[in-house]
């Protein structure tokens, strides 16, 4: 697994030893930025949530393209060791805050890019959305992208679908913040 784009491309990161981390395919992990590239049109100054983050490869790809920080959210310890690992390879500390706990009840923010790859058909993604809209984590017209099994449904009220699609057994969800 590798950084797509930005400044760390093609820079390698870790994975913690066995199989309780699923990343998310390269093939996904490049459709997701590209769609966010077209919505975003750049990277620049962006707060970014990167939930149930695993090795981290979602948030410090966004890192790579530009964001201004990132705060990672895992509760696996392992995992979560690669991670400050990852961190640190690509010299990301200062733009990193590495949090071990569950997901679904991040507070914080205000984000402008929502990252989310939870355990597929767990109902922990939409359990992450409706909390982050009601804590007021998201800043007006936020992103926030969903990976879920393909046949998995999310409806979140304060949150519009952007965009889906399918990449085999993932389905990939933008979401754009309704609030204002």
Not at 95 to 104: E, F, T
Request: overall charge positive; glycine content about 10%.
């Amino acid at each position: 697994m590798r950084i797509i784009a930005g400044q760390w491309r093609g820079r390698p990161l870790l994975s913690p030893p066995g199989l309780a981390t699923r990343p998310t395919s390269d093939r996904a992990r490049e459709a997701l930025f590209s769609m966010l590239q077209s919505r975003l049109g750049s990277f620049e100054d962006l707060n970014v949530a990167d939930l149930f983050a695993g090795t981290g490869a979602l948030g410090l790809e966004a890192l790579s393209r530009g964001a201004a920080r990132c705060t990672f959210v895992e509760s696996d310890r392992a995992a979560i060791e690669a991670l400050h690992r990852n961190v640190a390879r690509l010299g990301a500390e200062d733009r990193a805050n590495i949090r071990q706990q569950d997901a679904a009840r991040v507070a914080g923010g205000p984000f402008h890019l929502v990252l989310m790859d939870p355990p597929y058909r767990s109902g922990l993604g939409q359990k992450a959305l409706a909390n982050l809209v009601a804590a007021g984590a998201l800043a007006p017209g936020a992103l926030a992208s969903l990976e879920t099994a393909r046949d998995e449904t999310v409806d979140v009220a304060g949150l519009a679908v952007d965009s889906e699609r399918t990449y085999g057994k993932a389905k990939l969800t933008l979401f754009r913040a309704e609030i204002s």
